[in-house]
């Protein structure tokens, strides 16, 4: 197994110990993905529950793709820290720094992304499960079993958007 891949795979882990050893030490975020590989996806990042986007200054950023081997591949990783309520896929922000450049993203494609944030004075993870159509438009679907725990992780869950929705607007979800 590669070094990066094991320490994607030893993140993961720690994340998931971390959740489950330190409830009060994490709190969850909202990840809503809009948009399409022509125009530009878009991460929205919400407090739990929030109708609007909330600014808070995100520390990971990583978007993975699954293959045809049943297994996800970094696509797009920044780390750092930088202040958004929202990020476009393979935009770069002062100082968040690259750790995996973008790739492009296809269509017909599922991906993830996982974010972790400090909205406060508490870290917050949340992730989001999309698709891209055969025109590269984004559409959520129910969740795959064998993403739910991943998502069970303290992510929310995914949700489809309407064409009319966008990012700050609730009446796009669905």
Same mark, same amino acid.
């Given at each position: 197994?590669?070094?990066?891949?094991?320490? *994607?795979?030893?993140?993961?882990?720690?994340? &998931? &110990?971390?959740?489950?050893?330190?409830?009060?030490?994490? $709190?969850?975020?909202?990840?809503?993905?809009?948009?399409?590989?022509?125009?530009? /996806?878009?991460?929205?990042?919400?407090?739990?529950?929030?109708?609007?986007?909330?600014?808070?200054?995100?520390?990971?950023?990583? &978007? *993975?793709?699954?293959?045809?081997?049943?297994?996800?591949?970094? /696509?797009?990783? /920044?780390? =750092?820290?930088? /202040?958004?309520?929202?990020?476009?896929?393979?935009?770069?922000?002062? =100082?968040?720094?690259?750790?995996?450049?973008?790739?492009?993203?296809?269509?017909?494609?599922?991906?993830?992304?996982?974010?972790?944030?400090?909205?406060?004075?508490?870290?917050?993870?949340?992730?989001?499960?999309?698709?891209?159509?055969?025109? =590269?438009?984004?559409?959520?679907?129910?969740?795959?079993? $064998?993403?739910?725990?991943?998502?069970?992780?303290?992510?929310?869950?995914?949700?489809?958007?309407?064409?009319? =929705?966008?990012?700050?607007?609730?009446?796009? &979800?669905?």
């Amino acid at each position: 197994m590669g070094g990066a891949r094991l320490r *994607q795979r030893a993140a993961a882990i720690g994340f &998931v &110990v971390a959740l489950l050893l330190y409830p009060g030490c994490s $709190s969850i975020m909202d990840v809503r993905t809009v948009g399409s590989t022509a125009t530009g /996806v878009v991460f929205g990042f919400y407090e739990h529950g929030a109708e609007l986007a909330t600014r808070m200054k995100i520390t990971n950023l990583d &978007v *993975q793709e699954f293959t045809s081997g049943n297994q996800w591949k970094t /696509v797009w990783w /920044v780390r =750092g820290a930088h /202040v958004l309520s929202a990020a476009t896929y393979g935009e770069a922000y002062s =100082g968040l720094h690259v750790q995996v450049a973008a790739l492009p993203l296809k269509p017909n494609t599922t991906y993830r992304v996982s974010v972790s944030a400090l909205p406060g004075s508490v870290i917050a993870y949340g992730n989001d499960t999309f698709e891209t159509d055969d025109e =590269g438009r984004v559409f959520h679907r129910r969740q795959a079993t $064998s993403d739910r725990a991943f998502s069970s992780a303290g992510g929310a869950a995914p949700r489809r958007i309407s064409p009319g =929705g966008g990012v700050g607007s609730r009446n796009g &979800v669905v």
